[in-house]
């Protein structure tokens, strides 16, 4: 049986008096990539704050490589190896592409080991270190969120509705990077998405959340995998 990287237990959690998460249970091995799916409102981002520590716990229990994180402040989190790109654009705009890249890292003495192992698949960014990332176009700002957390080489990372607002050639670009990353250092992945062909593309596994509860899960690789997932959109 594969060891579990990520492992959530009958998690409530929402924001205030508002419960948007409902004794949601996920696991997630490790190694693996599970796309989490549904529409806006249904508590896709809610989850990946409330394992980030970002939103507190009303009951339930999650444990990550090995440890209880239920209660961990967000820095302590990163720390046990978890990386997290955000929906939003969660960058330094006034700082370098290298100073946000830097942002990975536990110390800048391994930057040029680092960007050596993620260069072969985020070449726009080797002439442009110096560039402030508030001049890069959007897809290019998408690709450096996800560019900063391979270079912490993390055991897990999270990743938020990374696709959204981006033209296919950049899709295209990000879904490279995360097969290689899996490939290369075995990341096991949590992705939350609505592009569905992306999402299967790169998971083994999918989930659809539907106010706060996961009402279905299957293979990423079945053949009706897709219309599956679309018919629940719809709904």
Request: some cysteine.
């Amino acid at each position: 049986m594969s060891e579990i990287a990520l492992d959530l237990q009958d998690v409530t959690s929402g924001y205030k008096t508002s419960v948007v998460l409902r004794k949601l249970s996920l696991t997630v091995a490790s190694g693996e990539a599970v796309a989490l799916l549904g529409k806006n409102g249904m508590g896709k981002t809610t989850l990946v704050k409330t394992i980030m520590g970002y939103l507190p716990k009303k009951s339930g229990a999650i444990r990550a490589i090995g440890q209880d994180i239920t209660r961990l402040a967000p820095h302590r989190i990163a720390q046990a190896g978890i990386a997290y790109a955000p929906q939003e654009h969660a960058l330094f705009q006034d700082l370098s592409v290298r100073d946000n890249l830097c942002l990975g890292l536990a110390k800048a003495s391994v930057f040029d080991e680092r960007f050596a192992g993620i260069e072969p698949v985020f070449p726009v960014f080797k002439s442009r270190l110096r560039q402030f990332a508030g001049t890069l176009s959007g897809g290019e700002q998408k690709m450096l969120l996800v560019a900063r957390a391979l270079m912490m080489r993390p055991s897990i990372i999270l990743l938020d509705e990374i696709t959204e607002g981006l033209q296919p050639s950049v899709i295209d670009r990000l879904a490279e990077a995360l097969l290689w990353e899996r490939k290369r250092h075995g990341t096991t992945l949590l992705l939350i998405e609505q592009n569905v062909p992306f999402a299967l593309k790169v998971a083994d596994r999918y989930a659809v959340l539907k106010q706060g509860e996961i009402i279905d899960h299957g293979n990423a690789k079945d053949a009706g995998a897709a219309g599956t997932i679309f018919e629940h959109l719809r709904v």
